[in-house]
């Protein structure tokens, strides 16, 4: 059963809201998942058994996460025994030349040897970004990014979604994935907005469970699972227009979120219940902060209400380099290590501090600042998790499964990023029936930037951190191209980037929207478009033919006179590799179903805006879609 059937398209918000509480204890999910918070729990015996093993800087060794890029020796993951590295946002092979599948592989295999030259031979659980897909490797599919996941409301879909995700990962050795993200976005200029599924915690909540359960597969040691990390706990998604602190674009990311514990929970909280529920191992806890405290170093959120109240049996990783400046440390790392492995921090994640944070946490332990009880617990929270894998199993090898590669970036797994991809679009507006498009038409003109460029279709965290314009993003399908694979042998598909020559043509297709961004470079303070996007589309509009706008954006943007120029208005979000998706749309082969996961603004002056809102007054109310 999809969701969507059960999004409203009228205004009465609060309906939407009830009938979406309704539905999302009826969605069913595709795999019983068998591991649980319990499941971590009963590997307690073992784990102990191993830690009884260990010396001191073993298990600190376990807790500490250098991203691959920093490691100034790769002899350094026996040095410090190393429990873990991660790839952050393109921090692939050196080599460019080996920035590849098997140049991938290979990395990560060597690291693991590594691991297993170390005494006790405890293999790494190395952690990924792949949050749309395997995205950092070209050649994986990239499916849609979850604001557009969110507007299919289909959980099984999204389940299908994180197993094929799984797969490829683990096609390359990963065993650990940074996602899903349960963020619930509250103010669209955020520059993450589009790594959240949507504005209502109930829709955040369905869609995350769903996610860990493709995730991590019916059992965490099937050799295709992943273990899943949701993130950033707790309330990131909630901060304060202007709290964020940085000397570049931030305005939101990394801030502060000012509200009572009643509202956070009731807003931000529900996301990790749900993938508590469903098994998941890690949780990540967030950069920003709550009421002006660093959540990475709230021990009551940490370890108060998730470990204790909540039941959390799996371990924290903490964000990037986010421990660092805790409050009270007074930009002391020592200070901040103490703070967070205090607060119930169990991993940090780090650049190339790794070996002053192996000395500082030694030290500490020394000094009796932290309790060998707290290493302890944090190494056997570790170490249970890497149990429930199967990474200690004497008769598994941890490294790659290279016949997993077969399927990479699949026609199989590329046909249901494609049904994502139609499923998460949104139809705004369709006048005078110009959607669908005719497929005997004579002349179609594509324009705008968005049309012939997978880059920009693919938003953020794809190849690199930031993402970048270009077609870089082997094995994937241009709207443009689609265009052309769809209409019939005799309609002539012309293109312009900028609108120009599109007189006399049966229909135009405007595709614009944002240029590629992740974290706080998308923060944004007018979510106004750029100029040329405009540009095409007065030049289009010029030729008086009928005009289809389809936008590329990862989130709601202020919209302008674009609905009043346009006589079809396609909201594509970040749709991915699969450009095929959106002309299966719009020639008709299949119906719109996608309804908004946010709330769409008319202006600027209205964000935050959020359905159930005093005086809503969106331009498209959350569950918003049309079809034909
Ligand atoms: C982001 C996380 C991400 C981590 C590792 C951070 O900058 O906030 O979402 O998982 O980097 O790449």
């Known amino acids: 059963m999809t969701v969507n059937a059960f999004f409203s398209n009228g205004r009465a918000s609060a309906l939407i809201a009830i009938v979406l509480t309704g539905l999302f204890l009826a969605a069913s999910p595709a795999t019983q998942a068998e591991t649980t918070q319990k499941t971590y729990a009963s590997f307690n015996a073992a784990a102990t058994k191993l830690l009884g093993r260990m010396t001191l800087d073993e298990k600190v060794g376990q807790m500490c996460q250098p991203d691959q890029s920093a490691l100034k020796d790769p002899a350094d993951?026996?040095?410090?025994?190393?429990?873990?590295?991660?790839?952050?946002?393109?921090?692939?092979?050196?080599?460019?030349?080996?920035?590849?599948?098997?140049?991938?592989?290979?990395?990560?295999?060597?690291?693991?040897?590594?691991?297993?030259?170390?005494?006790?031979?405890?293999?790494?659980?190395y952690g990924v970004d792949a949050v749309h897909g395997h995205n950092n490797i070209p050649g994986a599919v990239v499916f849609p990014h979850?604001?557009?996941?969110?507007?299919?409301?289909?959980?099984?879909?999204?389940?299908?979604?994180?197993?094929i995700t799984a797969e490829e990962v683990r096609a390359t050795g990963i065993n650990w994935v940074f996602g899903p993200c349960v963020a619930?976005?509250?103010?669209?200029?955020?520059?993450?907005?589009?790594?959240?599924?949507?504005?209502?915690?109930?829709?955040?909540?369905?869609?995350?469970?769903?996610?860990?359960?493709?995730?991590?597969?019916?059992?965490l040691a099937d050799p295709h699972s992943?273990?899943?990390?949701?993130?950033?706990?707790?309330?990131?998604?909630?901060?304060?227009?202007?709290?964020?602190?940085?000397?570049?674009?931030?305005?939101?990311?990394?801030?502060?979120?000012?509200?009572?514990e009643a509202t956070l929970r009731s807003i931000h909280l529900p996301g990790y219940i749900a993938a508590l529920e469903s098994g998941v191992g890690t949780i990540m806890p967030s950069y920003s902060s709550w009421n002006g405290q660093k959540c990475s170093g709230q021990k009551h959120l940490l370890t108060e209400v998730l470990k204790q109240e909540l039941g959390f049996d799996g371990f924290l990783i903490s964000d990037y380099n986010a421990i660092d400046g805790i409050e009270g440390s007074n930009n002391d790392y020592k200070k901040s290590v103490e703070l967070a492995i205090n607060a119930g921090m169990d991993m940090v994640m780090l650049t190339d501090k790794y070996a002053l944070f192996c000395k500082d946490l030694k030290e500490l332990v020394g000094e009796g600042k932290v309790s060998m009880a707290r290493v302890d617990d944090a190494a056997t929270r570790i170490l249970r998790v890497k149990l429930a894998m199967g990474l200690l199993d004497e008769n598994r090898s941890p490294l790659?499964?290279?016949?997993?590669?077969?399927?990479?970036?699949?026609?199989?797994?590329?046909?249901?990023?494609?049904?994502?991809?139609?499923?998460?679009?949104?139809?705004?507006?369709?006048?005078?029936?110009?959607?669908?498009?005719?497929?005997?038409a004579q002349r179609i003109h594509v324009a705008g930037a968005?049309?012939?460029?997978?880059?920009?279709?693919?938003?953020?965290?794809?190849?690199?951190?930031?993402?970048?314009?270009?077609?870089?993003?082997?094995?994937?399908?241009?709207?443009?191209?689609a265009i052309k694979n769809t209409a019939s042998a005799r309609t002539e598909v012309t293109y312009s980037n900028d609108g120009q020559g599109a007189e006399g043509a049966d229909v135009g297709v405007v595709v614009i929207?944002?240029?590629?961004?992740?974290e706080f470079f998308g923060d944004s303070a007018d979510l106004v478009l750029a100029k040329e996007n405009f540009a095409t589309l007065t030049n289009m509009k010029k030729t008086g033919i009928p005009l289809v706008v389809?936008?590329?954006?990862?989130?709601?943007?202020?919209?302008?006179?674009?609905?009043?120029q346009s006589d079809a208005l396609l909201a594509a979000w970040l749709p991915g590799s699969e450009g095929q998706g959106v002309a299966d749309l719009l020639f008709g082969d299949f119906k719109p179903t996608g309804k908004l996961s946010h709330s769409w603004p008319r202006s600027i002056s209205q964000l935050p805006l959020n359905a159930g809102d005093k005086n809503y007054d969106p331009l498209f109310p959350l569950g918003y879609g049309l079809s034909y």
């Open 400 to 440: 790659a499964d290279r016949s997993l590669q077969k399927t990479f970036g699949s026609a199989a797994h590329r046909a249901v990023a494609r049904q994502a991809v139609r499923e998460s679009l949104v139809l705004l507006k369709n006048e005078k029936r110009t959607l669908p498009l005719a497929k005997t």
């Open 146 to 163: 979850n604001i557009g996941l969110g507007c299919s409301g289909n959980a099984m879909l999204v389940e299908k979604i994180e197993q």
């Open 226 to 260: 992943v273990v899943a990390c949701a993130k950033h706990y707790l309330g990131d998604g909630g901060t304060a227009y202007g709290s964020a602190k940085g000397t570049d674009n931030r305005k939101l990311d990394q801030g502060d979120t000012r509200c009572d």
């Open 184 to 219: 619930v976005p509250r103010d669209v200029r955020w520059g993450r907005t589009y790594e959240g599924y949507s504005e209502n915690p109930d829709l955040v909540k369905v869609l995350g469970a769903a996610a860990v359960r493709g995730f991590q597969g019916s059992h």
């Open 550 to 564: 389809v936008l590329l954006t990862g989130r709601p943007v202020i919209l302008g006179d674009i609905p009043a």
């Open 450 to 481: 968005g049309a012939d460029d997978l880059g920009m279709q693919c938003g953020g965290w794809t190849i690199d951190w930031q993402g970048s314009m270009g077609n870089h993003i082997p094995g994937g399908t241009s709207i443009l191209t």
């Open 77 to 125: 993951i026996e040095k410090y025994f190393l429990g873990s590295l991660l790839s952050g946002g393109g921090s692939g092979p050196k080599n460019k030349a080996d920035y590849n599948l098997k140049g991938w592989t290979d990395m990560v295999d060597g690291y693991q040897r590594h691991a297993l030259k170390t005494r006790l031979g405890i293999p790494l659980i």
């Open 513 to 518: 929207g944002e240029k590629p961004y992740a």
